[in-house]
């Protein structure tokens, strides 16, 4: 089990489900009403945030990669 599959797994119940609920959106491009934001330096690199919830993820023509997952009182921007 690598690191996003552990953060994942970590998350309590009710963050899963709204993590779930954003991933789809994020893979439909469905983008409208998301609080979503480039981060500074990097081209294609996203973080989305749900209360205190964080999705960083990389979006390129590709498709969709997650890079972290997790609370925002975890150090979830510490690689970024």
Known sequence: MDELQKAIAKLAKEHRAVFDSLMVRLYERNFLGLDLAKLKGHKDVFRVKHGRLRI???????G??????GLRNENIYRNF
Do not use: A, T
């Open 64 to 69: 969709l990669s997650v890079l972290e997952v």
């Open 56 to 62: 960083i993820f990389r979006m390129n023509r590709e």
